[in-house]
């Protein structure tokens, strides 16, 4: 009975901890869930190309998605919490890449758009590419 009881509290304290997602961030979900509807996943890679990194991106809670167009999108797990702030229109995502690719384990900064300050930096995972069944 105590070893329930002591489960029982340590859910309870959990889940007041919790915090509810932003307003941004639940946007942000809604976008990525609405740009993967219809899509399936493929193996993911370790790069893509900067001229299909150059194009839309958005952030979900942990993760980037890159929309080189409409019939594929790239979605990369980031490490760290610094590119949170994307999901304000304000903010861009900037790389410095070294080579014709981006890749996973480069670190991403997000800026202002009108003062060029940055507000934020993660690391990027893997991508997984996302596509319509038999495109």
């Given at each position: 009975m105590y070893k329930a009881a002591s489960i029982?509290?340590?859910l309870?304290?959990?889940a007041c901890t919790t915090a509810p997602p932003t307003p941004?961030?639940?946007?942000?979900?809604?976008?990525?869930?609405?740009?993967?509807?219809?899509?399936?996943a493929g193996a993911p890679t370790e790069?893509?190309?900067?001229?299909?990194?150059?194009?839309?991106?958005?952030?979900?809670p942990g993760a980037v998605a890159f929309v080189p167009n409409p019939g594929k999108i790239y979605v990369s797990n980031i490490t760290g919490s610094g590119?949170?702030?994307?999901?304000?229109?304000?903010?861009?995502?900037?790389?410095?890449?070294?080579?014709?690719?981006?890749?996973r384990g480069d670190i991403v900064q997000v800026r202002?758009?009108?003062?060029?300050?940055?507000?934020?930096?993660?690391?990027?995972?893997?991508?997984?590419p996302y596509a319509r069944p038999g495109a």
């Open positions: 029982l509290a340590v309870a304290l959990a941004e961030a639940a946007v942000a979900e809604h976008q990525l869930n609405s740009l993967l509807a219809g899509k399936v790069c893509i190309p900067t001229f299909q990194s150059n194009s839309a991106s958005l952030i979900a590119c949170e702030g994307l999901a304000n229109p304000r903010y861009s995502l900037v790389s410095t890449s070294h080579g014709s690719s981006l890749c202002d758009l009108q003062t060029g300050v940055m507000v934020g930096a993660c690391s990027l995972g893997a991508f997984t």
